[in-house]
């Protein structure tokens, strides 16, 4: 039963960054399928960024090219490196993932839509970002 953490967010001036971290315990994994989330009161969820450990990264328009997803082998924890933050970045940001065992054979269609927010069986506890012009 994963279980995720969720840390790194904060309060930045426009143009600043911010690192977030989504530490994955509970479950030994071999495939991931990870994706960050962000929600803005009054707003409905939008996917920001994801990656799956076979395909790589993927992004959703507006923060490509500021923002960078990363995974971490040996501490079992998923980033989120925002640079160049704007205000429209300001929401509360949430990670999700769906976790394989290592050595299981994945499924063709498997994290294969990973920016679909409902996909993922498991969600952190969110962290905000607040960013300031």
């Known amino acids: 039963q994963v279980q995720l953490v969720e840390s790194g967010g904060g309060s930045v001036q426009a143009g600043g960054s911010l690192k977030l971290s989504c530490a994955a315990s509970?479950?030994?994994?071999?495939?991931?399928?990870m994706g960050w989330f962000r929600q803005t009161p009054g707003k409905e969820r939008e996917a920001v960024a994801a990656?799956?450990?076979?395909?790589?990264?993927t992004y959703t328009d507006s923060v490509k090219g500021r923002f960078t997803i990363s995974h971490d082998n040996f501490k079992n924890t998923f980033y989120l490196q925002m640079n160049n933050l704007k205000p429209e970045d300001t929401a509360m940001y949430y990670c999700?993932?769906?976790?394989?065992?290592?050595?299981?054979?994945?499924?063709?269609?498997?994290?294969?839509?990973?920016?679909?927010?409902?996909?993922?069986?498991?969600w952190g506890q969110g962290t905000q970002v607040t960013v300031s012009s």
């Open positions: 509970g479950y030994t994994y071999g495939s991931y399928c």
């Open positions: 999700a993932v769906n976790l394989l065992l290592p050595f299981t054979p994945r499924d063709a269609d498997w994290c294969r839509f990973p920016l679909r927010d409902n996909g993922y069986n498991t």
């Open positions: 990656v799956d450990s076979d395909r790589g990264p």
